[in-house]
Nanobody, 124 residues
Framework: QVRLVESGGGLVQAGASLRLSCAAS????????MGWFRQAPGKEREFVSA????????YYADSVKGRFTISREYAKNTLYLQMNSLKPEDTAVYYC?????????????????WGQGTQVTVSS
């Protein structure tokens, strides 16, 4: 059974940094695309960043490009999202997701597995 567990969220001031982690377990993810999404109150879930578990391609939403970095640590089976220069508009619940596909996906419905989410709140 696939399990994704996010951690690392919190309350920070604008301009601060946070690193989110997503511990993945339950199967080998070598063929999977892994993504980060976020959902603010009253808004739809939106794409933040994605990568292949194996491979160097990384995609970012325009709103986070240059500030966020997605990475993974194979030894720990963990996906990360380093978030720098945080803004109040980054406030949302952040979700880790896994898609058993050969390509990087940016649409939430393309993902097969989801974590429970971690809250990120950025104060001005």
């Amino acid at each position: 059974q696939v399990r994704l567990v996010e951690s690392g969220g919190g309350l920070v001031q604008a301009g601060a940094s946070l690193r989110l982690s997503c511990a993945a377990s339950g199967r080998a993810f070598s063929s999977y695309a892994m993504g980060w999404f976020r959902q603010a109150p009253g808004k739809e879930r939106e794409f933040v960043s994605a990568t292949k578990w194996i491979g160097g391609d990384r995609y970012y939403a325009d709103s986070v490009k240059g500030r966020f970095t997605i990475s993974r640590e194979y030894a720990k089976n963990t996906l990360y999202l380093q978030m720098n220069s945080l803004k109040p508009e980054d406030t949302a619940v952040y979700y880790c997701a896994a898609a058993n596909r050969g390509s990087i996906e940016v649409i939430p419905t393309s993902y097969d597995y989801w974590g429970q989410g971690t809250q990120v709140t950025v104060s001005s």
